[in-house]
């Protein structure tokens, strides 16, 4: 559960926060946010959560490790209030909402805290209550840059309805851990035994509830991982019998005269075992197109072999970076990291909606786009791509387009237009080749055909690029692409 009324007054009092300067603002998650204060040569770090169930202001001190990538909220706060002074900090009656009046030197801000469980904010306002913003931007609320913030109507309830809790139960535990060493559970602070059972036991943001959540996330990518590892290895195992389809074929030629339209089966002797063996055949077609069938499907396995191995390897790769990262999550103290580290891996649903349609692939700081049809090709071609951007596609042959994106100052390198050369060759009918011819231009030389099917263009100014597959090439990519995008 979330501090109430009493528990957040009790920690106020103790953190005793006002004439104190803020000297950084750390974000470490979503819902989350760190102040570092300093008064009188003290320095304190107040952690502020908003999750839901685990709604709470107290000291920590425990390391806030900062987020990988900063977020808006707190690079918004670092520009209106690193510096400014706490002129006074209270709890508005016994509602679960703070006040932080500040001031910055030309300008006063008032910064709320609402700690409801379901609801928990933290907005920046004006004097005159004008929203400048607010960790979580709800429009229904008006809690959006250039809304209106207006205080809760102060109720007064009896005391006694909320009591403070003393945190008993942690004792025990408390005992038997490192800290014990150096302080007794009955010296600790009120916001010290706050600190210790949200990091611990809170329904949400704990380290007990982060771990459980860390054990469902590696199940569930672990199976999936080892699935596709069985289906991979299963697909060897086949192709290592490739051999006994040529030996087949062979018998079937062999055995030529003996087969009559419309047969099933051909029974014969192997001469390789002296056994007598049964092949099934293909009743539509003749003795000689049933030994091709076995012959291309014995040269396809063969072919295949070697990318069936990397692609094993591969995953095998992820299996064991997976178990590294979980080993690291289970040996993580801090569950702010903990929870940073999940989040890394579970990205929010908006996040995970692409931007454009296609592949993308990032490899040495050079952007490349693959289309995969007609409508990605036109998609990327329209709303995507500029003038100074190169454009590879296969001659003669249809197939995707794939774009790598200016980069000023810069001339592509050969391994990339070996990597975009290689994939416009894959995306296209000309795969099955194993090779094929490109034609490679600038998009601001490209003009749309008239009356031709969408994403029809033709080039001028173009170069030639004659390219053959690169099995290793093109499982360097895919790896690229799927480490990425988190697969």
Known sequence: MSLNC?????????????????????????????????????????????????????????????NEKPLRFMEFLKSRIKGSKIISCRQ???????????????????????LWSNAGNIILCDLTGKVLDSMFRRPGKDEVTG?????????????????????????????????????????????????????????TLSREALLEKAEKWFNEHHTKLLTA????????????????????GDLILSYASEIKPGMNYLEC????TNQTVQIKLNPKLNAHENAQALYDSYKKELSGMEQLEQDIQLSKDKIARLEKEYEAIQNETNPVRIEQMLRKD?????????????????????????????????????????????WFHTRDCPGGYVFVKYRAGKTIPLEIMLDAGNLAVYYSKARKNGKAD????????????????????????????????DQKRLARLDAIHQEQEGI
């Open 6 to 66: 009493n528990e957040i007054n009790a920690a106020l009092s103790e953190l005793d926060l006002e004439g104190a300067f803020i000297q950084d603002i750390i974000q470490p998650g979503f819902d989350t946010l760190a102040l570092y204060t300093y008064k009188n040569s003290t320095a304190k770090t107040v952690l502020i959560c908003t999750a839901q169930k685990s709604c709470r202001i107290n000291e920590t001190r425990r390391k806030i490790p900062k």
């Open 92 to 114: 508005l009656g016994l509602e679960r909402v703070i006040r932080l009046d500040l001031d910055h030197g030309d300008e006063n801000f008032i910064m709320y805290i609402r």
């Open 147 to 203: 809304g209106q913030y207006t205080e809760p109507e102060i109720k007064s309830e009896p005391v006694k309805k909320f009591p403070v809790r003393d945190f008993s139960e942690l004792e025990e535990e408390y005992n038997q851990s490192e800290q014990a060493k150096y302080k007794a559970f009955s010296e600790l602070s009120f916001n010290e035994k706050i600190d210790i059972f949200y990091s611990e036991h809170a329904d």
């Open 229 to 248: 590892l069985s289906k991979l290895e299963q697909k060897k195992e086949d192709f290592e019998n490739a051999e006994q389809k040529k030996h087949q």
């Open 269 to 272: 002797l192997d001469y390789a």
């Open 346 to 390: 579970t990205k929010p649903k908006q996040q995970e909606k692409k931007t454009h349609p296609g592949l993308d692939f990032t490899v040495d700081g050079w952007y490349i786009l693959v289309g995969r049809d007609a409508n990605e090709n036109d998609e990327l071609l329209r709303h995507h791509v500029r003038g100074n951007d190169m």
């Open 438 to 469: 490109l034609y490679y231009t600038q998009v601001k030389h490209l003009r749309r055909a008239k009356n031709g099917p969408k994403g029809l263009v033709l080039p001028s100014q173009e170069n030639n690029l004659s390219i053959t597959l």
